[in-house]
Every structure is written in C-alpha cells, then in structure tokens.
C-alpha cells in the first residue's frame, strides 16, 4: 500500500471549507432594506387601488339594489366598464412589479347583465374588486403604518417636550413617558418597530398581490391564442412588406435602368450605322452611349445597395449607417455603441429604417439636424431618431412610417412615434438582437 512520506502536502485548517452557517455579510441588511422599501412602494400603489375597488364596489352593490326595480339595468353597461377599468388599472401595477398580467383587448367584454354573469372573466373581475376592497385594503394600511410607527417611536425624543404631560406615550401605550430615560426607551421600541417592519414588509406586499395576479390574470391558453394572432398579424405585414420592396425594385428597375439600357442600344444601332457616312458623329454617339451604360451601371448598382447594402456585409452597422449620415443632406450625427454584430436581417431593418427616417427629414421636415442613437439594451437593438423640424409626422401622410412600422413588427419589434406639431420628431425602433 502507498504511504504518506514528509513531503505529502497536508491542507491547512483553513483550506477545509466550512460547512457551518455563512456569518452575516453588511450588504445583506441593506438588501432586506431595500426589499422591505420596494414592498411598501407596492403597498402604497395598492392603497389606491384598493380604494378604487371600494369605491366601484359600493357602486355596484347600488347598480345590483337598482336593478331589482329595472332602474338598474340601464347603469349596467358603464358599471361593467368601471369594473373593467379599475382591473386593469391593477393589472398595470401588478404588471410593473413582476411578470406582465394581460387583460382584455380595448372594447370588448359584456356590457348587458346576462352576458357579464355567464362571463366567467368578469366573474373572477368581481370577486377580486371585493377582496381587494376588503382584505386588499387592510394589508395596504397594515403596511402603511408600520413604517409610519417605527418612524414615530424611533424619534420620539426630539418631539416628546412637545406633547402635554401625561399624554407621552409610546404607539401601543405600553409606555408613559416623563424623562428622557423612557423617551429612549421608546425609541429602543422604535427599532424593534423597524425590524418587524423590514421583515414583514414583503410578505404584506406578496398578500396584497397575490389576489390579483391569481384572479386578473387570463385563463390558460389566452396568452398562446393572443401571441398567434400577433404573430399573424407580423406575417401578414412581413409578406406586404415584401410585395411592396419587389413591387420597388420592380419599378427602379423598369423606370431607371431599363430605360438607360434601351438608349444605350439606341445610341450604339445610330453610331453603326453613321460609322461609314459620318465617323465623327458615330464618335458622338458611341460616347453618348458610354455616358447613358455608365449611367444605367450606377443606378443598378444602388439598386442592389437597396437590397442588402454590401457594407452591412463588409463592415459594420455603425460604418453602414455613418455613410447613410454623410450622404444626408441634413446635417446628421450618428451615436451608436454596439461593438458586436447582429443578425444580418436585424441590420439589414435597422439600416433600412435609418434610411427611410432619414430621408423623410430631409424632404418633409424642414429640420437643421438630426441624430441616430444606437444602442444594445438586453437582448434587443434600441434606435432613436430625433430632429428639430417642424413636426407634425403621422403614418395616414405617405412619409413612409408605415413601411417602417411593417419592417419593424415584421421582426417582432416595436415602433414608436412622438411628433408633436412643431416639433421635435422622435422615433424610436427595438428589434430582438437576432442572436
């Protein structure tokens, strides 16, 4: 068998690892904090959900009273719609918080009282209005005061003097304070407070929500059927997106180069034939020839550039849309920081929306400048194209937004556009990275 000789290495003591409980890091109390200070953020939303509900809450207990006389039934409708409203006002501060709650789509649900109460949606509506109005509201104001007591005793020896004697006491009255040893006490008592405060916080906040998030949220299957009619729609725009880039082409071919192909074998069938009667004008001719194949070559050329620009291939994007910039007859100053390389097709959009905005600045704007902002933001492609023009820019104008638009979705991305009249014009682009 072997054996251990004087130069075997033995690990120290400190090298075993521990195996015993991780000692508190002071990081981690500032973690609690936070989470404890999120929580009540939440909480305080809730609040004024949870009044809401109870207001919407009396008002349907008095819509249901009035429909048993008839007079109720004509305020159903807006009651449903106040239902609606107030759900989807939680579903967006649920939304900002954790995984996104969808909702119905804008002007759809019952507005008659037999269809709402075969309505299972507006079924679960209901019973979340009344227990957020109820309980909901309970945890929100349990959440608001706690913080509220913990500050109250933790100060309580700067404002005591102020309070008339034999009224100092602390927030459960267990405490009558005289001196300032029991005013100290009380603030001791205050600490306690934010402890129980930090560490119930978050609970209270996950209580108030957790209605929400079971009752609003769609039923299974919503999402997959919302998520295949946007992705129809994104193909439907995809393919007229492409019917229209063919039916463009189409025409720079036929009106452009085709057009400059057939002079130039006009011009050289007349220089053949002035060859023997005239060489100097033939010598005419065949240069006016030249000069239209040149010509024809040129607008070829950018016509393929219009189909995938060779720079996005040889270089890169912040290359391809600097020359768009230096071509631009507004003054344009491009900020991109995105060292890595996309998709050939994300590039490919982005580019071809830089173009389009660029070349909408400089014929419908009026503007002195604009400016290109690129940026990676997670996994998606973040664009910003502003300028100080006149303003005014809508997609019913035939300025090309809408071409943008279908190329933007067409890549599941999102479009927005902000152009006030009188300007400034800002447009911003998010396509998925494509890696």
Not at 61 to 84: I, K, Y
Not at 262 to 269: E, K, M, Q, R
Not at 322 to 335: H, K
């Amino acid at each position: 068998m072997p054996t251990r000789d004087a130069t075997d290495v033995v690990p120290a003591d400190d090298a075993i690892p521990a195996t015993g409980p991780r000692p508190p890091r002071p990081w981690d109390a500032f973690a609690r904090a936070r989470t404890a200070l999120d929580a009540f953020e939440h909480l305080v939303g809730g609040v004024g959900t949870a009044i809401l509900a109870l207001v919407m809450l009396v008002w349907v207990a008095a819509t249901a009273a009035a429909c048993l006389v008839g007079v109720g039934l004509l305020l159903v409708p807006g009651t449903l719609r106040g239902v609606r409203a107030v759900a989807d006002r939680e579903r967006a501060r649920l939304s900002q918080w954790g995984p996104e709650v969808i909702g119905r789509e804008p002007g759809t649900g019952p507005t008659r009282l037999r269809d709402a109460v075969a309505d299972r949606g507006t079924r679960r509506e209901l019973r979340w209005l009344v227990g957020h109005a109820s309980v909901g509201l309970v945890l929100g104001m349990t959440g608001l005061t706690l913080p509220l007591t913990a500050a109250t005793n933790a100060t309580f020896p700067l404002w005591w003097r102020l309070v008339p004697q034999g009224e100092a006491t602390d927030s459960l009255g267990l405490i009558t304070v005289n001196d300032w040893p029991s005013a100290f006490a009380v603030s001791l008592l205050g600490l306690g407070w934010v402890a129980v405060a930090v560490g119930f916080e978050p609970g209270l906040a996950w209580l108030q929500a957790w209605p929400g998030r079971r009752l609003l949220a769609p039923d299974p299957g919503t999402d997959l059927a919302l998520r295949v009619a946007q992705l129809t729609a994104t193909r439907a725009a995809a393919l007229d997106a492409h019917a229209t880039e063919l039916r463009r082409i189409e025409r720079s071919l036929h009106d452009g180069t085709q057009n400059r192909m057939v002079a130039v074998t006009v011009l050289l069938g007349a220089a053949r034939r002035a060859v023997e009667r005239d060489p100097s004008a033939a010598d005419a001719m065949l240069e006016q020839a030249q000069g239209a194949a040149e010509q024809a070559l040129a607008e070829l050329r950018a016509v393929v550039r219009s189909i995938l620009p060779p720079v996005l291939t040889d270089r890169s994007l912040t290359d391809a849309l600097s020359g768009l910039a230096a071509g631009c007859p507004v003054a344009c100053r491009i900020d991109a920081d995105v060292p890595e390389r996309f998709a050939a097709s994300v590039e490919a959009t982005a580019y071809f929306v830089v173009a389009e905005a660029l070349t909408n600045i400089a014929k419908h704007s009026g503007a002195r400048q604009a400016t290109v902002v690129v940026r990676r933001r997670a996994d998606r492609l973040w664009l910003r194209i502003t300028d100080d023009g006149r303003g005014g820019a809508d997609e019913v104008s035939g300025s090309g937004l809408v071409g943008i638009r279908r190329r933007t979705e067409a890549h599941d991305g999102t479009f927005v556009l902000a152009s006030p009249v009188g300007g400034p014009t800002t447009m911003e682009v998010s396509l998925p990275c494509g890696l």
